[in-house]
């Protein structure tokens, strides 16, 4: 087949030539601003000469406005006659007559008293550039006082300035001419370089290169092209390029079709097909999705708050496996048998739970690194990280306790390992030492910051390499994705390929992949529907007196990144800012304790107590309250009852990795007529774009959103949550899994050193 191949050298014509325009503009807009600098000395040396004239001048215009009455032209004589550029001078009266001046200044008089007019009394001098018909004049206008200070005239000097104008535009046409000459000068050189390189190898290069892609040639690279590096590393990539392609047509014919609406049994289906034969699904966080506890002599459980819970327990219902994590609830170890394992959810098992236990020494040790070191300096919520060497030190030993279940559930079998979060840092590395067909995922659900935060951590270099230990490290947002990938490349001995987003570090390649989680539906999740929603909203209504209120909602877990406090004084200067809202709209905030064992945490919830009551004091009436500030742990038929009764949801986070509560707020709105409040720092922003997204620390606009909200017409808000239930509906948390499933490398492709070939090829063999 023939080819038509565009010159590349025409292109790079047109960019010399626009390159070489550029430069020419720029230098002549520095030629202008230079002559017109040079103008403006000019002019400021003619009035300093002028200033000198009146200077001299000053006593004999004294003595002639000030001595006996008389003709006072008579009294100055020649000396208001000009010479050379001056054109001459003028004495003018309190009333604005001319009462002296020299003979070439009178056919200015009317345009010099014109200005002499517009001057305010209190100016005493001033510099002003004339321009009649003739040539362009510069006058200098100075008061004469008398002894009391009281003006008796005002004494004008002026010149012909038309020598500063010849001299600028002489400079202008000077520097223009060189600019000229040295813009073609520059042209020719690079029209010239342009084709001494695309007429030789690198245009055949470029021909060959586009058969390769186009037509699969497998010939050699031109002859032409020079021996050494530059030959060896092309044919190094042309085989790369054949080996990802056909990977990728491989993969593509294995992946199901993503158009197609996911739920559970499709996860399930796809699942079997990624996994394979024999192969089981393991899960690992510090927490865990179902706690058992007892009241009263009564056991029961509840489902923790947080993303990680909400996203992956339908993922294991789905699929099955094993979830291990940390066993927290006062009846978990009597739920649970010898080894810590329960089948869950109680009632329905699907999968099985398998628990770890701390120490109260090595919970405080454990989860003060986690929460004290690592959490504050990925999160950047104004809260310095404190790291201590003894917290270290239990973090390595729970994150091997964690590796060394996942190895004794994993057996001698194959796995998928999909371990969560910033408190299992190391766990990757930790079981691909022992097992490196195993294959693992680490999803790192809070955001990764810059390199200069990482920097200040101590065991930055032993956190990353853990993680690097993983076959495939998902983020929610590409940014995220470039920041650790700029973190690997400045801080640990690997091999870095941003145009495949993957690290090559100990023989081993990691691909690093944006993966925004999501939640699942709420019709799977057991919540009361139709009537039985219906009353149970009336119930919340009539318990805490909201009835014909509007209800803006905000669940969130009480925690520093959340913003409350910024919600709150927003909230409170919305009611200031617009009082006819007073009475018409509450704020109902559910408050899940966390980390209470923490101080900070506890003073964090003590000030939100303080703040809420404060504003009800403000603003509140005996039938109603601005702000419902309820903590506790609701449940997930609370928490959807509230999000449907609620015209408006708000989230505020400073900082937020995902924030799931923004979809299942728009999952809730059946009826569409709800409307989100979103932060720009949440990292659902840049997938829900159709929310009211806001800087939570300009208080101004987030209390201006709420109003805006509160008031948005019933259509337009239709219009807006359709949009954006399409978009959690489609994008939901099958799917999520199904694409970290995908993104895995498949036992076929796995090595025993761990190592995907197809991720070798794309990295050239990595030497």
Known sequence: MHLTVRQPGARSARTAIIIAGVIGVLAGAFAWYQAEAERAIDTEDVDRRARALAHVLSYTLHEALLGPPGDVATRLGKRLDGYSRLVGCAVFGVDGALLASGAQVREFEPLIAMHLARLPPEDLECNATLRPAGPPLRMRAERILKADGSVCGTFVVLHDISFIDQR???????????IVMS??????????????????????????????????????????????????ETRRLAASFRAVRHATFSEASRVAVIDKSWNRDRLRAHALDCLGIGSQLIAVSSREPYMHTSAHGDRGFIVPPGGVVTALDPVLQACGGVWIAHGTGDADRATADAAGRV???????????????????????????????????????????????????????INQRFADAVLEEAGAADAVVLVQDYQMALVPRMVKRVRPDLRLCLFWHIP??????????????????????????GFHLQQYCNQFMDTVDRMVEARVDRDHCAVRARGHVTMVRPQPISVQPW???????????????????????????DVAVGVDRVDHTKGLPERFRAFAHFMRKYPAHRGRISLVQLAAPSRIHLKRYRDHLDELLRYAEQINEEFGTATWKPIHLLVAQHDATAVHAWLTMAGMAIVSSLHDGMNLVAKEYVLAQDSLRGCLILS?????????????????YDTEQFADAIRYAAEMPADERIQRMKRLRQQVERYNIYRWAAGVLADVPAPSRMRRGGESTEVTAQLGGGR
């Open 343 to 397: 089948a869950v959810p109680p009632g329905d098992p699907r999968y099985t739970l398998r628990r770890i236990w701390l120490s109260e020494a090595e919970h405080d040790g454990y989860y003060g690194c986690c929460n004290d070191a690592i959490w504050p300096m990925c999160l950047l919520a104004h809260e310095r990280p404190v790291f201590r060497t003894s917290d270290w030190s239990q973090y390595v030993a």
């Open 680 to 696: 720009e720092f949440a990292g659902a922003a840049q997938e829900l774009p159709e929310a009211l997204v806001i800087n939570p």
């Open 448 to 473: 990764w910051p810059g390199i200069e935060a990482v920097r200040i951590c101590p065991w930055r270099e032993e956190i990353i390499d853990g993680m690097l230990g993983a076959d495939l490290i």
């Open 183 to 232: 813009t073609l000068l520059l042209l020719v050189l690079v029209l010239v370089a342009t084709w001494a390189i695309y007429d030789r190898p690198l245009q055949h290069l470029a021909e060959w290169m586009q058969r390769l892609r186009t037509e699969d040639a497998p010939e050699s690279p031109p002859l032409s092209l020079p021996s050494g590096q530059l030959a060896s």
């Open 523 to 549: 019709c799977e999740r057991g919540v009361p529907a139709g009537d039985r929603l219906d009353d149970m909203i009336a119930s919340l209504r009539a318990t805490h007196r909201l009835e014909g209120i």
């Open 168 to 178: 600028a535009l002489t400079r202008l046409l000077r520097s223009l001419f060189w």
